[in-house]
């Protein structure tokens, strides 16, 4: 089993955001219910976006509860640094992102991480009402071949 320890950003606002609303209804309700985003959000060593990358968040997320903000995670965490370089994680799973730590499903992986599984432990340290922009530790347990 390994450990992997990265910060998640993800970027809603400005000219060089990462998440890109795809779909949704038109009037949507208070918590958005329905609303699906398309990401590549960078991973990093550290809670700063300008530490070094050591990957990418690459999949989608969708509101999907009516009455709380839990997402359904589909994403790969692709690896662009060190022995894992090449190598990604898939995970599949409910992210109700208000709870302190949330834990993710791993479903699969490629390369380094062929027939992976595990789970993810996201906790959000930074987020700005305003703009939607989120920094997310992530610990990620994960068993390979």
């Known amino acids: 089993m390994s450990h ?5 950003h993800d970027i809603v606002s400005g000219k060089n955001a990462t998440t890109v609303r795809i779909a949704g209804p038109q009037n949507g309700t208070a918590y958005g219910f329905g609303s699906t985003v ?3 959000d960078p991973l990093t060593e550290g809670p700063e976006l300008t530490s070094k990358l050591v990957g990418k968040a690459q999949g989608m997320y969708a509101i999907a509860a009516q009455h709380e903000v839990s997402l359904l995670m589909v994403m790969n965490l692709a690896f662009v640094d060190g ?3 090449g190598s990604s994680i898939s995970i599949l799973g409910r992210n109700p992102v208000f709870d302190d730590v949330r ?3 791993i479903v699969g992986g490629s390369g ?7 789970y993810a432990l996201a906790h959000t340290i930074w987020f700005d009402y305003k703009t939607g922009d989120a920094i997310v530790e992530y610990n990620v347990y994960v068993t390979h071949g």
Do not use: Q, V
């Open 38 to 40: 398309m990401i590549d």
């Open 4 to 8: 992997l320890h990265f910060y998640f």
């Open 83 to 85: 022995k894992y370089n």
């Open 103 to 105: 834990e993710m499903p």
């Open 112 to 118: 380094a991480f062929r027939s992976a599984h595990g």
